[in-house]
């Protein structure tokens, strides 16, 4: 049997950081971790159409701050920030005892990110699309985003069939064991009439940059 590695949890502390981003004590763990939960699940199923990426949460003292990286800002932000002054009322009222703040920074290639990969694939695939289709264009697109690799693996009942199957497409080079390699990772599920269809998606934007310790002067 293989061991899969998430490869963010995989690089978490060498190349890659946490997504939620703060210290607590224990009889306070509880309580912090089901607010974020309930947060980034708000915000993916109310914004599901604005193309998020990827959420942060950073908390402080008195302040909660919530990061979301969009590739359609417009979107969460509406018409004179209308659509945005109703998020924060409705997150502000999952945490109650602080004061929220929301971040929107704009993701520049979409095309090239994972997690918005997997979720457009998916989204051709409940559009009837042909899976194989959606896989290849997704893939033409990110390699003229300049990616240095993209792997796309859908698994289910492709194409109505009786029997679930899985099919990979994988143009460049993906190294997984490496730690300096700079790979993100989406996933995402079509619902179809078939079936539950799972899509992953892996890419690889190039090495991290290290620092060197020894010209550095850091033991």
Known sequence: MGHKVHPLGYRLGYI???????????????????????????????????GIAN????????????IIHTARPG????????????????LQSIVKDKELGIDIKEVKRPAANAQLVAENV???????????????????FAMQNEVKGIKISCAGRLGGHEIARRETYKVGKIPLQT???????GFAEAKTKAGLIGVKV?????????????????M
């Open 75 to 90: 979107v969460i932000i509406g018409r004179r920030g209308a659509e945005i002054d109703r998020v924060q009322e409705d």
């Open 55 to 66: 959420i942060e949460i950073e908390r402080y003292p008195e302040k909660v701050k919530v």
């Open 202 to 218: 892996w890419v690889y934007t190039g090495d991290a940059v290290l620092e060197n310790k020894e010209t550095t002067g850091e």
């Open 122 to 140: 998916a989204l051709q695939m409940m559009k009837r699309v042909s899976h194989r289709k959606a896989m290849k264009k997704a893939i033409q």
């Open 179 to 185: 730690l300096r390699a700079d790979i993100e990772y």
């Open 16 to 50: 890659k950081g946490w997504s939620s981003r703060w210290f607590a004590k224990p009889d306070l763990m509880k309580k912090f971790i089901k607010e974020d939960f309930e947060i980034r699940r708000y915000i993916k199923d109310k914004l599901k159409f604005a």
